[in-house]
């Protein structure tokens, strides 16, 4: 009798954004798929809820003794990733504070980084991402992904900052906000059947139209974006981690979290 493998063997973690649509859209069905929110996927991962998942460039940082990067599959960007926004009804420079949602280390570890270089320092609140009720105490909010993309639509006058676009501007390089990680402890056998099933699905999107089509189309019946804006983000947001975006991980696991170890993978 083949003994079945752990439930947690068979699951990967993704992020509840339309940002990893391309990787799980479509993923073979006898992985079972865990969404949750950026920072809480960390907490998953080190608990063995999962095999593998996207988790947020600052906590890999945090906890990276316990934890190693898988090649080739990220979340990132090469400039303006839509996503990942500052908003407010004053210009940044006059914000006298700023509230900081609860759900990504990553983008806010990366704004108080761009604050800090600009000279600003606007107090920082911690939030649930609810635009509104951010701005009724501050002056500031960041918010990502959908929740950022559509308040972009419906009020474009209050976004204030593009982290991708101001990272590539202060650094000339590519910005990586998610890394898939797995525990050090797990298999490597596991952990690559997980990370073939991801790659499988990345590389239709990349070269088969009607992958394209079908995640497009997934990602308008779960939003209020039109196909059109959709697929300009999905040329904003890339999960396709190549050598350019491996060299800006480091530098913001070196500028932005003070990780001074060498960067290196699982193989």
């Known amino acids: 009798m083949i003994k079945q493998k752990p439930r947690w063997m068979k699951t990967i973690g993704?992020?509840?954004?339309?940002?990893?649509?391309?990787?799980?859209?479509?993923l073979d069905d006898s992985y079972h798929v865990l969404p949750a929110p950026p920072s809480w996927l960390t907490g998953h991962l080190l608990r063995k809820d999962?095999?593998?998942?996207?988790?947020?460039?600052?906590?890999?940082a945090k906890h990276h003794d316990e934890l190693a990067l898988v090649p080739e599959i990220g979340i990132c960007s090469k400039g303006e990733v839509g996503s990942v926004l500052v908003f407010g009804s004053r210009p940044l420079e006059e914000m006298r504070d700023i509230a900081l949602p609860t759900d990504s280390s990553s983008s806010v570890a990366l704004l108080k980084y761009l604050l800090k270089r600009r000279g600003i320092d606007p107090r920082p609140v911690e939030m649930g991402p609810d635009l509104d009720t951010m701005l009724e105490r501050c002056d500031g909010a960041l918010l990502i992904g959908d929740r950022a993309l559509d308040r972009a639509k419906t009020n474009p006058d209050l976004v204030r900052l593009d982290?991708?676009?101001?990272?590539?501007?202060?650094?000339?390089?590519?910005?990586?906000f998610g890394v898939f990680a797995a525990r050090k402890d797990t298999p490597l056998d596991i952990v690559q059947e997980a990370h073939r099933a991801l790659v499988s699905r990345l590389d239709s999107f990349e070269r088969n139209p009607l992958t394209r089509e079908k995640v497009l189309l997934h990602a308008h019946q779960h939003s209020d974006m039109s196909m059109e804006r959709l697929n300009r983000y999905f040329g904003e947001v890339f999960n396709r981690l190549d050598e350019e975006h491996v060299d800006g991980l480091r530098e913001y696991l070196t500028r932005c979290c003070g990780m001074d170890e060498e960067l290196s993978f699982l193989w």
């Open 14 to 26: 993704r992020v509840a954004f339309m940002n990893c649509d391309p990787l799980f859209v479509g």
């Open 50 to 60: 999962c095999v593998l998942a996207p988790i947020p460039a600052a906590d890999f």
């Open 163 to 176: 982290l991708g676009q101001a990272w590539l501007e202060l650094t000339g390089q590519p910005m990586v």
